[in-house]
């Protein structure tokens, strides 16, 4: 089976393309090349996104390209547009001319946080510009027949450059920093490398539709973050708990609970979804160099 991988200089693209070694991977990128052999294609260009698509002809195209700055998304909605609801519908169209079946990387945000474990079942109400333009996006890619959509959770794990919430926690209680993290805000926080096993793991069997590919575990950020410090071995004490409603940080407003429901997806896969204490170990296991 021949792979395109969209936005593989990013955290979970590079997982794909690290874990997809059965496979023959076209792995492309758009501003910058983390992976030897990458090819770079802009995605909210239609032209070029289907200039690529039939050089290379994939069976599936894994779309992981994403702006996912929830705040820049905020502060910049055109930006965000063109690259999350643009660039999906090129990639959508493209597939669908070439008959390629799409597979696309939701997220919880589509959700408005007010129940938690949400199922598939569930209907979405974004309460931010993030989540909005994600949710439009599963509409274009919805409309070709044979489709994948996986949504997910705080995606966690190592990279060179791109920075998330576990390294953030880990970089900063390594510099005995002191932080504040919101212990009302719920998620089901997803290690990277353990997605793209699943997500692999879906397109080889050839799934289709609507699942929730997120960690095993609803848990809050302030959890996360002690459970981070405990396995890494650094001072929890450093970590301190506020309230989503005193947090200043924040441009968009963020759900406050959006974990997600895995029953459907552990249903038909092998591979498991990790809960936290599971992908940190992993996540330890894995350090690397840089």
Not at 136 to 163: A, M
Not at 264 to 277: A, G, N, Q, Y
Request: aromatic share 8%; hydrophobic share 40%; charged share 30%.
């Amino acid at each position: 089976m021949k792979l395109l991988i969209t936005g593989s200089s990013g955290l979970l693209g590079s997982k794909l393309v690290t874990a997809a070694g059965g496979y023959e991977i076209i792995s492309t990128y758009g501003t910058k090349p983390l992976l030897p052999n990458s090819i770079k294609m802009d995605i909210t260009d239609k032209n070029e996104a289907l200039r690529v698509m039939s050089k290379f002809k994939p069976d599936v195209v894994i779309h992981a390209a994403a702006e996912t700055d929830v705040d820049k998304c905020e502060m910049n909605k055109k930006h965000a547009w063109k690259v999350n609801v643009d660039g999906t519908k090129n990639i959508a169209n493209a597939c669908a001319e070439m008959g390629v079946k799409p597979v696309y990387v939701s997220t919880d945000y589509v959700f408005d946080g007010e129940k938690g474990l949400y199922d598939e079942e569930d209907e979405p109400k974004p309460i931010n510009h993030y989540g909005l333009i994600k949710l439009e996006g599963e509409r274009h890619v919805t409309k070709i027949g044979d489709h994948l959509i996986i949504r997910t959770s705080v995606l966690y794990g190592w990279h060179p450059w791109k920075k998330n919430f576990a390294t953030w926690v880990l970089n900063s209680l390594r510099q005995e920093k002191q932080i504040t993290i919101v212990d009302d805000h719920y998620n089901s926080p997803t290690l990277a490398d353990n997605l793209a096993e699943l997500l692999l793991e879906a397109v080889e069997k050839g799934l289709t539709g609507l699942y929730h590919t997120a960690g095993g575990e609803r848990i809050s950020r302030f959890k996360f973050a002690l459970e981070i410090a405990r396995t890494f071995g650094l001072n929890s004490e450093l970590v301190k708990p506020i309230k989503m409603a005193e947090l200043k940080a924040w441009v968009a407003r963020r759900p406050r609970d959006s974990s997600l429901r895995v029953d459907k997806i552990r249903r038909k896969l092998k591979i498991k979804s990790l809960d936290v204490s599971e992908g940190l170990r992993l996540m330890k296991e894995r350090a690397p160099s840089f």
